[in-house]
């Protein structure tokens, strides 16, 4: 397996799940339906988490293909322009959705629409959009079959020529973020920054529900979870920078991708926590009451992935190169 | 006129030698590594504080947090004896930095704000939650400042340095 099976498998996932989901928000408001609108705020998260990891791939899938007779550089361009462009509404799409879940969580399930609402709508349209125009252009470098081969470059109907002129091309994007050693120096000082942040944050949490510091109530803890999106946000925001910054310098580096696999885990370790009676068996615990086995497990999961994940991180340095391609 | 001659003594000895140029995982990127987990447990339980004293999660108890100044002084436990040894690997490059010694400086009083916190704020019993607010929010702020600038100047290190070692 290399690169281009990864990308082609990840590929599908953000383009048919921001569909669904999207699917499952608009039909939420016909029918007044807050599990369904819940699911699709839930499903726009995790979408903005696999179209990382599949734009990051997509990097070692070009690295794999670029040499065969018959691919465009133009066209890989043209493709990886067209993603950062709809992985930019992406994040935002997922980041709205958050604070979507944040408030009407506080309030009863059927809240009130709000302005996030009103911004999970207009950004996930958005995206759903350009994530078709990341698939097609994705599709025209390796099926001649459907595309239209490399005039498409220029040519192509209306839209799709408006569209591109708002995408960012790739060389451009990776110079701004490596032409002055001081904005290099920040993006990692911010990424520092975010992971204190998250770190205390979650740290505590999770040391709580372990039992230290027993007469805190767990509720009031997770009235910090704001920040510790904020320090995820600010490291999601800056470690992608520096990955389209330099982006053959992470692609092929064991400790990057183990990295990114353990902050999927991560993932699937917040799903199990909100989504089973985890949170529901620990969110009324006041002082001195020791939460259940399934909590400790998933708390306990949580404080080793984190720290892996910087592990993984304080090593990417040293593991560079060490993914073979034929480049 | 070049660095001081010592420098150059510390960085022949075989330990820094080893440190710095040993292709073992467990040479210097690993004492970076514990470097940065006890920034993760000072600064992130120091931020918690610093933020609730703030107002940030007024439902989480004050006194509770108490508990998390050991998890501080672990942290700072081990950053100053990683620190110490990433010095040991690389003392010219850290001790002829000016950069260094700023970073030094904030650590040494976001230390000195940590501990007034505990003192003044933490170690007081008879304080009620208002009280402790009222007292400690300065310091927080204070807390909150440094240890942003101690990250930074620590971050800076990597790019400011004008010999990575003694100069031949």
């Given at each position: 397996m290399n690169f281009a099976h990864l990308h082609l498998l990840l590929n599908h996932f953000p383009i048919i799940g921001t569909m669904v989901g999207l699917g499952l928000f608009l039909i939420s408001l016909g029918g007044k339906n807050g599990d369904l609108r819940r699911a699709s705020l839930i499903i726009f998260p995790a979408m903005s988490l696999l179209a990382i990891l599949t734009f990051f791939s997509g990097t070692g899938a070009q690295g794999a293909i670029k040499k065969l007779p018959g691919v465009s550089e133009a066209l890989i361009e043209r493709h990886q322009g067209a993603a950062m462009l709809a992985l930019l509404f992406m994040e935002i799409t997922g980041a709205l959705s958050l604070v979507g879940l944040w408030k009407?969580?506080?309030?009863?399930?059927?809240?009130?629409?709000?302005?996030?609402?009103?911004?999970?709508?207009?950004?996930?349209?958005?995206?759903?959009?350009?994530?078709?125009?990341?698939?097609?252009?994705?599709?025209?470098?390796?099926?001649?079959?459907?595309?239209?081969?490399?005039?498409?470059?220029?040519?192509?109907?209306?839209?799709?020529?408006?569209?591109?002129?708002?995408?960012?091309?790739?060389?451009?994007?990776?110079?701004?973020?490596?032409?002055?050693?001081?904005?290099?120096?920040?993006?990692?000082?911010?990424?520092?920054?975010?992971?204190?942040?998250?770190?205390?944050?979650?740290?505590i949490l999770d040391l709580r529900m372990l039992g230290f510091a027993k007469q805190i109530p767990i509720g009031a803890l997770h009235r910090l979870l704001p920040w510790a999106m904020a320090g995820f946000g600010i490291n999601l925001v800056t470690g992608v920078m520096a990955?389209?910054?330099?982006?053959?310098?992470?692609?092929?580096?064991?400790?990057?991708?183990?990295?990114?696999?353990?902050?999927?885990?991560?993932?699937?370790?917040?799903?199990?926590?909100?989504?089973?009676?985890?949170?529901?068996?620990?969110?009324?615990?006041?002082?001195?009451?020791?939460?259940?086995?399934?909590?400790?497990?998933?708390a306990a999961t949580s404080l080793f992935l984190w720290f892996a994940v910087i592990t993984l991180g304080r090593y990417i340095q040293s593991f560079s190169d060490t993914i073979a391609v034929h480049k | 006129m070049g660095p001081p001659a010592f420098l150059q003594a510390i960085e022949n000895t075989g330990f820094s030698t080893w440190l710095r140029e040993s292709e073992s995982p467990f040479a210097f990127y690993f004492i970076l590594l514990f470097h940065t987990f006890g920034l993760a447990l000072l600064v992130g339980a120091n931020a918690v504080v610093d933020l609730?004293?703030?107002?940030?999660?007024?439902?989480?108890?004050?006194?509770?947090?108490?508990?998390?100044?050991?998890?501080?002084?672990?942290?700072?436990?081990?950053?100053?004896?990683?620190?110490?040894?990433?010095?040991?690997?690389?003392?010219?490059?850290?001790?002829?930095?000016?950069?260094?010694?700023?970073?030094?400086?904030?650590?040494?009083?976001?230390?000195?704000?940590?501990?007034?916190?505990?003192?003044?704020?933490?170690?007081?019993?008879?304080?009620?939650?208002?009280?402790?607010?009222?007292?400690?929010?300065?310091?927080?702020?204070?807390?909150?400042?440094?240890?942003?600038g101690a990250i930074t100047a620590g971050r800076l290190l990597a790019y400011t340095y004008k010999y990575l070692t003694f100069p031949s």
């Open positions: 009407s969580q506080q309030k009863s399930p059927l809240a009130r629409w709000n302005w996030s609402l009103s911004a999970v709508l207009l950004f996930s349209m958005v995206t759903v959009g350009l994530m078709a125009r990341v698939g097609t252009t994705g599709g025209d470098i390796r099926h001649p079959e459907i595309g239209s081969g490399q005039e498409a470059v220029t040519e192509g109907t209306m839209m799709s020529k408006m569209v591109h002129a708002f995408e960012p091309s790739p060389a451009r994007v990776a110079e701004l973020m490596t032409a002055s050693k001081w904005w290099w120096a920040l993006m990692m000082d911010m990424h520092f920054v975010g992971l204190v942040l998250l770190i205390g944050t979650v740290g990955f389209m910054g330099m982006d053959q310098y992470y692609a092929y580096d064991w400790a990057f991708w183990l990295k990114m696999l353990a902050i999927m885990l991560l993932g699937l370790n917040v799903a199990a926590f909100y989504l089973t009676d985890a949170f529901d068996s620990v969110e009324h615990l006041g002082p001195g009451e020791d939460a259940p086995p399934l909590a400790k497990f998933i | 609730r004293l703030l107002g940030v999660a007024r439902t989480i108890p004050l006194a509770p947090l108490k508990r998390l100044f050991r998890i501080m002084w672990i942290g700072f436990a081990m950053n100053a004896v990683t620190g110490i040894l990433l010095v040991f690997a690389y003392p010219t490059k850290a001790l002829t930095n000016p950069d260094f010694y700023v970073k030094l400086t904030l650590i040494g009083l976001a230390i000195w704000v940590m501990q007034k916190l505990s003192r003044q704020v933490f170690e007081n019993s008879g304080l009620s939650e208002a009280d402790m607010m009222a007292r400690g929010a300065t310091l927080a702020k204070f807390s909150i400042f440094l240890w942003f």
